[in-house]
Antibody, heavy 121, light 106 residues
Framework: QVQLVQSGTEMKKPGSSVKVSCKAS????????IAWVRQGPGQGLELMGA????????KYAQKFQGRVTITADESSNTAYMELSSLRSEDTAVYYC??????????????WGQGTLVTVSS | EIVLTQSPATLSLSPGERATLSCRAS??????LAWYQQKPGQAPRLLIY???KRGTGIPARFSGSGSGTDFTLTISSLAPEDFAVYYC????????FGQGTKVEIK
């Protein structure tokens, strides 16, 4: 059974960076994509980017290009999302999510528990 | 970017009633459309993928239909645990979500 466990709540100052981790267990890691989706307070869902660990190269939503970096460490089955130049509008719950199967990256069948990132001076 | 518009924004129904939720895409997404359920404080849950296929463990009262630009999620008889927010999501080009429909108890 696939499980995604994320790192804990973060409180950050405007202009700083945050790095959230997502550890996968219960299934293959390298061949399956991990995506990062965020949800602002009372808002909808927004895909930030995704990576297939075996290929290493991440793909990003245009809105976050230049500010977000998604990486994966195959040795620890952990994916990371780093967001820089934080502003108050980045206050949100950040989820990692995995697709249904190999080659099915964007049907998000498995989700982490979410990490609340609060940006405030 | 493909924009998904969900309607209505809020649906007020009683347990046992039928719920019909709509999702319209700004361009053709073929059958690359999924539906998620989200309850307060929880991560979304995949209900339907590829327009009409139920996810693992999803009850048969949930069904999806449509193709191209118009899609529907139907809950045949609302159970108490079905009151939640529902999102549609396309994966034809990148992946984008609709703004959600809240199904609330009448």
């Amino acid at each position: 059974q696939v499980q995604l466990v994320q790192s804990g709540t973060e409180m950050k100052k405007p202009g700083s960076s945050v790095k959230v981790s997502c550890k996968a267990s219960g299934g293959s890691f390298s061949n399956y994509g991990i995506a990062w989706v965020r949800q602002g307070p009372g808002q909808g869902l927004e895909l930030m980017g995704a990576i297939i660990p075996i290929f290493s190269t991440a793909k990003y939503a245009q809105k976050f290009q230049g500010r977000v970096t998604i990486t994966a460490d195959e040795s620890s089955n952990t994916a990371y999302m780093e967001l820089s130049s934080l502003r108050s509008e980045d206050t949100a719950v950040y989820y990692c999510a995995r697709g249904r199967g190999r080659g099915d990256l964007y049907n998000f069948a498995y989700w982490g528990q979410g990490t609340l990132v609060t940006v405030s001076s | 970017e493909i924009v998904l518009t969900q309607s209505p924004a809020t649906l007020s129904l009683s347990p046992g009633e039928r719920a019909t939720l709509s999702c319209r895409a700004s361009q053709n997404v073929s059958s690359y459309l999924a539906w998620y359920q989200q309850k307060p404080g929880q991560a979304p849950r995949l209900l339907i993928y590829d327009a009409s296929k139920r996810g693992t463990g999803i009850p048969a009262r949930f069904s999806g239909s449509g193709s191209g630009t118009d899609f529907t999620l139907t809950i045949s008889s609302l159970a108490p645990e079905d009151f939640a927010v529902y999102y549609c999501q396309q994966r034809s080009i990148w992946a984008t979500f609709g703004q959600g429909t809240k199904v609330e108890i009448k």
